[in-house]
């Protein structure tokens, strides 16, 4: 949630802070996670390890972290089209957002797989995984509304938040290889 603020922070010197911006930003979201949801659904059927999940976490890292280096060039080329704020939002949004959030909602999927040892937990796996990751929307939702934005240029916190995303592929990496070394010892 604290991307999804930063994103739309990102729109508002082109097409302000209109509900445009914020329809465009939230459905580009949702489509994403969707996205995310089905396809990591799939790939957790036939692949769900935490190599697998770090895999799958290190894309959006990489598109988040080097957003600063594309995202503002962008937004200037599409402010010199002045598209419609409807359609030029819900664009800008698709081409900006789109990519991270699906890999970010396939992450869901293959930590409750991972987690569902067998068919009698999946529902609790399930509820435990979406619980943590609604706390999690909550407190990035707060702090970046009550604190980043105030802290930091918006390009910089997106960036903060690619490497905050950073820092849970390289634990779900160095959990793995901590397994390998154990599995081989």
């Known amino acids: 949630m604290g991307y999804e603020i930063l994103g739309a922070r990102t729109l508002f010197p082109i097409y302000g802070n209109s509900i445009y911006v914020w329809g465009a930003i939230i459905s580009v979201f949702l489509a994403g996670l969707s996205i995310g949801y089905a396809a990591g659904g799939r790939l957790a059927d036939r692949q769900s390890d935490i190599l697998t999940l770090s895999r799958i976490i290190l894309i959006p890292t990489i598109l988040i972290v080097l957003f600063p280096y594309y995202g503002p060039s962008l937004c200037k080329r599409f402010e010199v089209l002045s ?52 706390a999690g929307s909550i407190a990035g939702t707060l702090f970046t509304s009550f604190f980043l934005i105030s802290w930091l240029p918006v390009h910089k916190g997106i960036q903060l938040t690619g490497l905050i995303l950073a820092s849970c592929w390289f634990l779900c990496l160095t959990y793995h290889q901590m397994n390998k070394k154990q599995d081989g010892a």
């Open 83 to 134: 598209l419609d704020p409807r359609l030029g939002s819900l664009l800008i949004s698709a081409i900006l957002f789109i990519m991270p959030c699906v890999f970010m909602g396939s992450v869901i999927p293959v930590i409750v797989k991972m987690l569902a040892t067998d068919n009698s937990r999946i529902g609790s796996a399930a509820g435990n995984v979406y619980s943590i990751s609604t």
